[in-house]
């Protein structure tokens, strides 16, 4: 999955305290700046302000981190990128980094093809997995004719990056095309 800044980035991390507080109070900043110093005695509206944004921000960080959750057959990787990838003119080719409870950490596409095919390298499929530390992968793709039976190249490359995968430790899990309302596993149709 895409990273989300925010609980675990700190996008705003180098900006400057005044330049936050023009973000979050963009009508009073420089009052709200000095109530939340102590530097100033507030009438109680702007101190139950700052009070109230003080408490969400405490909930905030306390709160468990939302993980998404673990990709246990085909049918899941097809319901999460049917939309995305089923109506494309040309193949795409994406890689779906995977934690050690299966559950997305990162998708990357890696490749966008002709009509009727994409080139795939593993060192595209695996450079980012060995980066971000993935546990294993998931590849996943569509053929723009709607039919998601397997070409020869498709089960060729499945091959050679499975293969790779055993090399660098990083497990292939499945390879899934999207079809249009349709899919076809690897894994599930017995070619694994």
Excluded: C
């Excluded at 899941?76 to 795409?92: M, T």
């Excluded at 992968?137 to 050679?160: C, F, M, Q, W, Y």
């Amino acid at each position: 999955m895409r990273k989300i800044p925010g609980r675990n980035d700190r996008p705003l991390e180098t900006s400057e305290e005044a330049d936050l507080f023009r973000v979050a109070f963009p009508e009073d900043w420089e009052r709200m700046r000095s109530v939340a110093r102590g530097e100033e005695t507030a009438d109680a509206a702007r101190k139950a302000r700052w009070e109230a944004t003080v408490e969400i921000v405490r909930r905030a960080l306390s709160a468990p981190p939302s993980l998404p959750e673990p990709f246990r057959s085909a049918a899941d990787v097809f319901d999460r990128y049917r939309y995305l990838l089923a109506d494309l003119p040309v193949e795409a080719f994406i890689v779906l980094l995977l934690d050690v409870k299966n559950r997305p950490m990162q998708d990357i596409r890696v490749s966008t093809g002709i009509l009727n095919g994409s080139l795939i390298h593993p060192r595209e499929v695996f450079a980012p997995a060995v980066r971000e530390r993935a546990a294993s992968i998931l590849l996943v793709h569509n053929h723009p004719s709607g039919d998601p039976a397997p070409s020869p190249e498709d089960r060729e490359v499945t091959k050679r990056l499975r293969s790779a995968g055993g090399i660098v430790g990083i497990a292939v899990l499945d390879h899934v095309i999207i079809g249009d309302g349709s899919f076809y596993s690897f894994r599930e149709e017995a070619d694994w």
